[in-house]
């Protein structure tokens, strides 16, 4: 991980632990999904989450967790651009 600083669509530091809103998700990211969990993934746009970890390069991490049809729990766990997020 690099030591340098990560900021949000308004440039304002973020840090592990920061609540953030996802403001966009690319297309091409949508489409490489599945189509049954495009929705999911889209559905997260708007939508307030923790930041839980930095990746080794240097983009915030979110999770998103629901249970699918079976009751099974699954999860995502997506890194953000700078563009991608706002810290609330």
């Known amino acids: 991980m690099s030591d340098t600083t990560i900021l949000d669509c308004k440039q304002q530091p973020v840090n592990i632990g920061d609540i953030i809103r996802v403001t966009t998700l690319s297309k091409q990211f ?6 049954d969990e495009r929705i999911l ?25 629901w249970h699918d049809e079976r009751g099974q729990l699954q999860t995502h766990v997506i890194a953000l651009d700078s563009e991608e997020m706002e810290k609330v």
Do not use: L, T, V, Y
């Open 30 to 35: 949508i489409k490489s999904f599945p189509e």
């Open 41 to 65: 993934i889209e559905s997260m746009i708007g939508n307030f989450f923790k930041i839980i970890a930095i990746d080794e390069e240097g983009q915030a991490c979110i999770m998103r967790e």
